[in-house]
């Protein structure tokens, strides 16, 4: 029986009750959808441990259930006989069966448990009242990560841990991680069922850390994550790191964390002389930045460009933080078809903009309409029409923090 010192878990993810009918509504594979996809920092924090000589394994329960539906985790945990449990907490949808999979661990196993990530941060509190979670790891968890767990492996006092908060401490958020070149976000080796991971995923590379943007409903956004994270501007990694890790990842597709229309000048020059076996998908905050895009033309076997203006009305758009106009985007559209990219075109439009106390319908008139007029220019653009729940972050304040952690957990 291989004991291990870690075991991470990535839990089945739900989205919170009082939006389901409105996923509901919006078919059965968005009303189904497990979050299979793992935050893309827990790869370097993972690895990190490795790198400090801690023996990790990870199991991605949403891709378990999909490649081996018998899976037990109470054999898993026979199995490995981990010391440390860590699971991550990092989108609101992975707390209700984050904290049913922390609760299981804990009468099954019995050891000590983590949870970290962005909802893990902002709920903290909450989730130090419950019995069975030892630990919270609040912000960035690189280097706070691997000084707890060998803190907990060597029997060491933890009340001195950055980021960290158990029931007998509290330690402010003091460290952001600026060392980004530092960690290896690519390989996924510790991950049971990897290759099928990457199969089955496109893979989220880590170049840079900190949304400059300002989203109404986003937790993710600048005035957030400086709050959650401590982070104050937008860093990214080396150029020639980014290169290194494109080379050496396998998937077919590879999307960036941050839109490549933020990267800096060297970086895009730096990418631009090379070829990456890769496709490339790339979200875009706003319009697409051409310059930057042409450059990049002869890297990629392929582009996808994908997109979220979010409404038709233009006025609804920029409340919900995205200030470009109709005719901006549909010019940007034309540039694209123009200069015959090798792609394709993603557009994601929101239905309905859902709190806990309210569902926002948008205005179906305009954004079929400009849906329309998309399609007139780009026919084969595949569009999507779906809900979004605003990020519990953002209703911090106007909903008491007790209240806010029962309704995104239930």
Sequence with gaps: MPQIDVLYIHPLGKNPAFSRKYFKKAGKTAAEHCFGFIPMGIIGVINNLIKHGLKVRGISLPL?????????????????????ILIDMHWYVQIKNGLETARQCKKIHGCKIIIGGMSATLFYEELLKISYIDYVLKGDAEKPLAELCSAILGNKPKNKIQNIASGNFDNEITYSCTDIDNYDYVNMGFLEDSEAYISMFDFWLMVGKGCPFNCEHCDGSHHKTKALFGRNSTIFRSPENVVKDLKSISAETVNFSLDLSLMPDELIERLSKEKFNSNLRNEFFHTADLCKLRKLKGSFPSFDFVFSPIAGNEDVRKKYGKPF???????????????????GIIVYFTDYVIYPEKAVKLDENARNEFIRKILEIVPYALVKVLPQVADPGTLKGRIPIKRLFRLYSA
Excluded at 64 to 84: G, Q, W
């Design 325 to 343: 106009s109709n005719k901006q985007f549909l010019d940007c559209l034309r540039r694209i078809e123009e200069e015959d990219y090798n792609g």
């Design 64 to 84: 378990k259930k999909r490649i081996n539906p018998s899976f037990s985790l109470e054999e898993c945990l026979k199995f490995y006989n981990p010391k440390v």
